[in-house]
């Protein structure tokens, strides 16, 4: 009996192809580069040298010895892999040492860690809110919090971008028993902070819960380096759920939420992503104690990054490009179309810098840009050289786009 069923071999591929040359044509095709060094300022990528301005590893830790030498202690006494997940046998003294030390520099009662940030998104928003409750989200909110908040089942609302006038409408609005505000801390396509102070008073004023996502705030902002609640002075009574992310400042890898013992025990007994998921290696866990180290005593990171965005925003502002509103590490340039936005980019890298071409579906529709990212471990000239390169390319640019009016 011959076999009748002709395989489509190429129907998968038929299907999918047209997909991938629109976003060539649109010039939205993402492809990824490879890395043959260690993250830091000065990268190999694809056999060329070039100085990076794109990596989230704000304080230049993902390399530091002391932290490299924890990670490598760890795995000569734990191995490499933590071998389950934390509720079966995965859970390691490292893991723990490091909730509590999360907990105790964050100023809350406990810390979970999860294995990434995504996850932590995913996981403490559907353990906090379902169906016939409401969830209040930042139009510019991280994917994984708005994947979260959609996947979580509760009646979905984005408000305006630090909107507090519509933010209230929609609360206002709202008679749910749970009410569950997200943002984040620092916004990560914009570098802006959100009001964290009046988003607590009304959430407090709404009988509303508010979590605050500090991906790109942890390390970076506030005295010792715990972050916008820090930066804001904001206690766990004000704002109850923080997540950090461990990936970014902190140069190692996973997150956490810190908040209330009930917090902390109900993501445990109900965050899925928490659950069904193994343990980051207990070699991470100790890793990122040394990190937590590191950002606490090594403040002259901070003070350092914090030179560097100043004379970096002044030397954009000298050169007319449109910056946006931030005083954080993260310093974008709006080109607003993705092929001008691409094309600086790619001038940029012919002259040895490697910054991103942040483009949509990442950011709304004409809002294309560059996003720079400044690390502690960048030098002054470094900035400056960034900066040069960036007068040449943009006073070629056929209608100066970039360029701001004002
Ligand atoms: C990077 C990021 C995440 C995800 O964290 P990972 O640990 O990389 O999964 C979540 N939220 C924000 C705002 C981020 O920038």
């Known amino acids: 009996m011959s076999d009748q069923r002709q395989p489509q071999a190429s129907s998968l591929e038929q299907i999918l192809a047209p997909a991938l040359q629109e976003r060539q044509q649109a010039h939205l095709y993402r492809r990824r580069r490879t890395l043959h060094s260690a993250q830091g300022v000065q990268v190999q990528v694809d056999g060329v040298s070039l100085t990076s301005f794109c990596s989230n590893d704000y304080l230049g830790l993902a390399n530091h010895p002391a932290i490299v030498s924890a990670f490598k202690k760890a795995a000569d006494e734990y191995g490499v892999g933590s071998g389950a997940s934390h509720l079966v046998c995965g859970h390691s003294a490292e893991h723990h040492a490091l909730e509590e030390e999360l907990a105790a520099f964050m100023g809350r009662d406990r810390a979970l860690l999860f294995s990434t940030g995504y996850m932590a998104n995913l996981g403490t928003i559907g353990a906090l809110v379902g169906k016939g409750d409401a969830i209040f989200e930042d139009k510019l909110n991280h994917a994984s919090l708005l994947d979260g908040g959609l996947l979580s089942g509760a009646r979905f609302q984005r408000f305006l971008h630090n909107d507090l006038t519509d933010l209230e409408k929609k609360l206002s609005r709202s008679d749910s028993d749970r009410k569950l505000i997200v943002v ?3 916004f990560s396509m914009d570098g802006d902070l959100a009001p964290m102070p ?3 008073a009304l959430a407090q004023a709404h009988n509303a ?5 500090d991906a790109h705030g942890f390390g970076c902002l506030g005295k010792s380096g715990a972050g916008t609640a820090e930066h804001f002075g904001l206690d766990q009574s004000q704002l109850p759920i923080v997540m950090g992310t ?10 956490f939420v810190a908040g209330s013992e009930v917090l902390i025990e109900t993501l445990i007994q109900q965050a899925r992503p928490y659950i069904y998921t193994t343990a980051m290696p207990p070699a991470v866990a100790a890793a990122t104690r040394a990190s937590l180290k590191v950002i606490q005593q090594e403040a002259w990171r901070r003070d350092h990054l914090n ?4 004379q970096f925003r002044d030397g954009a502002r000298q050169l007319g490009l449109q910056l946006m509103e931030s005083p954080t590490a993260i310093q974008p340039v709006v080109f607003g179309d993705a092929a001008t936005t691409l094309s600086v980019s790619e ?3 012919a002259r040895g810098f490697w ?9 709304p529709r004409g809002t294309s840009r560059l996003r720079i990212t400044l690390s502690a471990a960048h030098t002054a000239e470094q900035v400056a050289g960034l900066l040069s390169a960036l007068e040449d390319i943009v ?4 209608d100066e786009r970039g360029l701001s009016d004002s």
Request: a neutral charge.
């Open 395 to 398: 006073k070629a640019l056929p």
């Open 209 to 213: 819960w508010l979590m605050m996502d």
């Open 347 to 349: 001038q940029l890298q």
């Open 184 to 186: 984040d801390g620092v």
């Open 246 to 255: 461990l990936g970014k400042g902190a140069g190692s890898f996973g997150a």
């Open 355 to 363: 910054v991103g071409a942040i483009r949509p579906p990442t950011v």
């Open 307 to 310: 030179q560097l965005i100043g």
């Open 198 to 200: 009046e988003l607590a």
